[in-house]
């Protein structure tokens, strides 16, 4: 990530390849689980290689590609509960759980003991560790809320019931001993045994190098593993050429031409209307407090833009510009996103960091990259007192502009656990102080000219 101030980014378009989307759009699931950038689309090439080599024909191989982008689309959704059940960043829990064998009970305790109460007195993590230990059914109900969210998410997207099976299923284990259902061998549908599989192995080859896979796989054959899918992968392992593949820096590009599905998949207008309203919903999930934030900001830019007379094509970019603006939240921990209590200086400073993260992902995805640079703005301010840039009335378009103050009506507007919502009446005052200092005073007035004049809930 870098803070130097956003160019804009080029490249829009209304009809693109469904790898070509997914595949950039797969950071930000990356981000979220606390990857590297690229453990998406690693191992969607790791796992395309294995489905090549297992014999799968064509419908398969697009089944599984698109199950392999999207395999953490519901990852977004126990964040929150993994954060306050640990006592700790969710970023920090979340890859444990990729690489830790649950099949060792003790091993699972103390990694889950490590990563209880960070930062707490040692009273605070052993109550935090009994509370852990003595739910069996919590690591049950957190996958299941993931892999269910992840399937649904497919399933809105126009993608096929083998995909969504596989997203499903993916922590099934061979032995029966995975989640959520128990799964048993053959009855582990195929492309979810391949999603483990890739997911795991480039995990390991990413942090201990080609050793250290070959020595889970031989490990986990059998228990977590489907043995003859583990035999391919290990054939693999010998082939220097497709690792030097894995390891290169584009491969992000590489994997987004991989989509082997008959036809060649692409998402036209509403398709990528449908993928902005998928990644709101991954975003929104992220925190309870925030369950439509991404929907209410996306609905009043545009009625602010149809207000101010702006055409059906800047209003359809401004809607996904809205939905997509907290993207960059995703980055940032649940542990502080929902801290219920004042930020210290550095949490300030991750949560400030959101903007940047939404300005690194939406850059990459062509087809939005035409309003990542507003998308990222929403908190820079006329005055020159916003973040992450400090931008100044000369740099914020009216796009931008329009974001900030449907970003900032539908915060005040929205009710938190901890408190009410602001009225209309009482949000227009805010919003109306801060005209000219802030906020555009012209966006200001279009909002304030329809709010006060329907419910905004019907808007
Ligand atoms: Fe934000
Ligand atoms: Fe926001």
């Not at 395999?71 to 006592?87: E, T, V």
């Not at 809320?145 to 399937?151: H, L, M, Q, V, Y």
């Not at 391949?194 to 795991?200: G, H």
């Not at 931008?391 to 929205?414: C, K, P, Q, W």
Request: proline residues 4%.
């Amino acid at each position: 990530m870098h803070s130097t101030i956003p160019t804009q980014a080029s490249g829009a378009t209304d009809t693109v390849a469904v790898g070509d989307v997914l595949a950039a759009l797969s950071h930000a699931l990356d981000l979220t689980e606390g990857q590297p950038l690229g453990h998406s689309v690693r191992s969607c090439l790791i796992g395309m290689r294995l489905g090549e080599a297992a014999g799968l024909g064509a419908d398969a191989l697009g089944d599984l590609y698109h199950a392999l982008l999207l395999k953490d689309a519901g990852c977004s959704s126990n964040a929150a509960r993994l954060a306050s059940l640990f006592g700790s960043d969710d970023h920090v829990v979340k890859p444990r759980m990729k690489v830790v064998d649950w099949d060792d009970r003790m091993r699972l305790a103390l990694a889950t003991w490590r990563h209880s109460g960070l930062g707490k007195s040692l009273g605070a993590r052993v109550r935090h560790f009994v509370t852990i230990a003595r739910q069996e059914s919590m690591t049950r109900d957190l996958i299941a809320t993931r892999c269910e969210r992840g399937a649904d998410i497919a399933r809105r997207l126009g993608f096929s019931e083998a995909t969504q099976g596989a997203i499903r299923s993916l922590d099934e284990h061979w032995n029966g001993g995975g989640f959520p259902d128990g799964l048993h061998g053959d009855a582990i549908p195929l492309l979810a045994r391949i999603l483990n599989l890739a997911q795991t192995i480039e995990v390991f080859w990413g942090t201990e190098g080609p050793a250290g896979v070959d020595a889970v796989l031989q490990g986990r054959r059998g228990t977590w593993f489907d043995p003859s899918l583990v035999d391919l992968a290990r054939d693999l392992l010998r082939d220097p050429w497709f690792w030097e593949q894995v390891a290169d820096p584009d491969v992000t590009s590489l994997v987004a031409t991989l989509d082997p599905s008959p036809g060649a998949r692409t998402f036209g207008a509403a398709g990528l209307d449908a993928v902005a309203e998928a990644f709101a919903e991954i975003i929104d999930a992220k925190s309870p407090f925030t369950s439509r934030h991404s929907w209410g900001v996306a609905r009043y830019a545009v009625v602010i833009a149809e207000q101010m007379g702006l055409d059906a094509k800047e209003q359809t970019r401004l809607r996904r510009a809205g939905l997509l603006h907290d993207i960059g939240k995703l980055g940032v921990s649940s542990r502080i996103l929902d801290k219920n209590g004042p930020l210290d200086a550095a949490e300030r400073t991750a949560i400030e960091q959101h903007p940047l993260f939404t300005w690194e992902i939406l850059r990459h995805v062509a087809c939005f990259a035409d309003f990542a640079r507003q998308a990222a703005q929403h908190h820079e301010r006329l005055d020159g007192t916003g973040y992450p840039w400090g931008l100044g009335a000369d740099d914020l378009d009216l796009t931008s502009r329009i974001l900030a103050v449907a970003d900032t009506y539908e915060a005040i507007t929205a009710s938190r656990p901890y408190r009410a919502g602001m009225s209309v009446d009482e949000a227009l005052a805010v919003l109306d102080a801060r005209k000219w200092r802030h906020l555009d005073p012209h966006a200001v007035d279009a909002l304030a000219s329809i709010v006060s004049r329907d419910d905004p809930r019907d808007l």
